[in-house]
């Protein structure tokens, strides 16, 4: 059974930075590595907005997904291991405070776009 564990999110002034991070957790014999990993997040009220995706491998322009909100200050990457996902968030604005949440695609080594797996969220609020 995946889990995914998030952490990082908080409270920061406008212009200030903060790192998500997103571990895909299963079972000891469960190989959890290479899915396709994406950062959604959701303003209550509004519709889910897709911030980031990508995957192990993925290029920086090829297969690695950036919202034109966010691109340029926001960053994705995945660790070594290929189990836990990052979103680096800089230079924030007030209109990024949101519920983020990340999510696992079904697919691994690229992104088909189907996401059945979802952390817990975690709230980003910039002042």
């Known amino acids: 059974h995946v889990q995914l564990v998030e952490s990082g999110g908080g409270s920061v002034q406008a212009g200030g930075s903060l790192r998500l991070s997103c571990t895909v957790v299963g079972s000891a014999s469960e190989d959890t590595s290479g899915h396709c990993m994406g950062w959604f997040r959701q303003v209550p009220g509004k519709a889910r907005e897709a911030v980031a995706s990508?995957?192990?491998?993925?290029?920086?322009?090829?297969?690695?997904f950036i919202a034109d909100s966010v691109k340029g200050r926001f960053t994705i990457s995945l660790d070594s291991a290929k189990t836990t996902v990052f979103l680096q968030m800089r230079s924030l604005k007030p209109e990024d405070t949101a519920m983020y949440y990340c999510a696992a695609d079904r697919s691994r080594y690229y992104c088909s776009g189907d996401f059945p797996y979802w952390g817990q969220g975690t709230q980003v609020t910039v002042s």
């Open positions: 990508s995957y192990p491998g993925a290029g920086p322009e090829r297969d690695t």
